[in-house]
């Protein structure tokens, strides 16, 4: 394979179509979905000017990635420094995964990153045992599920008060984007940056007086027929009012018309609330990661 560097746009391609491949190649292999990495995308990071690290195949297809994304802003619920994310092909040998793994430590020391984090599914052993010959420890465990969904299982629209009515950014573009009041760094034009970002999907609802009380992102990747819900949030003086049931449930019905076939959501188990409400409507846990974290220096050949 041939090592290469992507930046910018040309690095969200690459990873999108590297993130393609392995869903293609596999339903739930891997920890990540493209929609994922386009959605970090909207928020500008210091790693957005790094040489991201990829290994292309002959034809020039990517096989392996070394990415690394900085949330040290506070942008992310589950990462607080530096993230990397090593992306293989579900076939990887374990040599493979070592040797994408030390090439991506030493990226980030070169990178000045003096540690990195990195989640892990709880079911790698090729992982954990690379990470923990590297001296990395589990900073925090089972911080994430990852629930998945057949279209054809989902519920039934969910009613919505009559003091709410639900939107899309395809009817309020003239307004403020709805995320940037918690997000002062988010940019709604780095989202149409993105391959799969779709005003259409972009679901909010508006109280009596105009003002976004909830709001859902759902994402649709036509090339794998999948889609993700990333992210979510109801304020909280709407709280206990069914609003996060009724765009979740109608997020996921537009994603089905739309032709997704298996939807991809992700939550904090100790969360209980989110939890409960994924899970009553359809949603299924398939894998939990730990989050690992050790200094970003490369072991010497």
Not at 7 to 33: C, F, M, N, W
Not at 143 to 160: D, F, K, N, T
Request: glycine letters at 8%; a negative charge; proline letters at 4%.
């Amino acid at each position: 394979m041939q090592e290469q560097y992507r930046t910018g746009i040309d690095y969200l391609e690459a990873v999108t179509a590297l993130l393609q491949r392995i869903r293609s190649a596999h339903p739930t292999k891997g920890l990540y979905e493209a929609a994922e990495l386009q959605w970090w995308w909207s928020v500008p990071r210091r790693s957005d000017s790094l040489g991201q690290l990829f290994w292309f195949d002959d034809e020039g297809q990517p096989e392996a990635a070394a990415v690394m994304i900085d949330f040290t802003g506070g942008s992310s619920a589950v990462y607080d420094e530096a993230t990397f994310c090593p992306l293989f092909m579900p076939d990887a040998r374990p040599e493979q995964v070592a040797h994408v793994v030390e090439r991506g430590l030493a990226l980030a020391s070169e990178y000045g990153f003096a540690s990195v984090e990195l989640e892990v599914d709880r079911s790698d052993d090729v992982m954990c045992d690379v990470l923990t010959g590297h001296g990395f420890t589990i900073k925090e465990e089972a911080v994430l599920v990852e629930a998945w969904m057949s279209a054809g299982a989902r519920s039934e629209i969910s009613p919505l008060h009559d003091d709410y009515r639900l939107a899309s950014r395809a009817e309020t573009m003239k307004r403020a984007h709805h995320m940037g009041e918690r997000n002062s760094a988010f940019v709604e034009e780095r989202l149409f940056q993105t391959s799969l970002y779709r005003p259409d999907l972009d679901l909010l609802i508006l109280d009596s007086g105009d003002n976004c009380a909830a709001y859902g992102l759902f994402w649709y990747d036509p090339e794998i027929a999948t889609g993700v819900v990333e992210p979510m949030r109801t304020k909280d003086e709407h709280q206990r009012r069914g609003l996060a049931r009724h765009i979740l449930t109608a997020g996921v019905d537009r994603l089905a018309e739309a032709g997704a076939e298996r939807i991809s959501i992700g939550y904090e188990p100790d969360n209980p609330a989110s939890g409960h409400l994924y899970r009553s409507v359809g949603f299924e846990g398939v894998k939990q990661t730990d989050l690992f974290s050790g200094r970003a220096i490369a072991r010497a050949s």
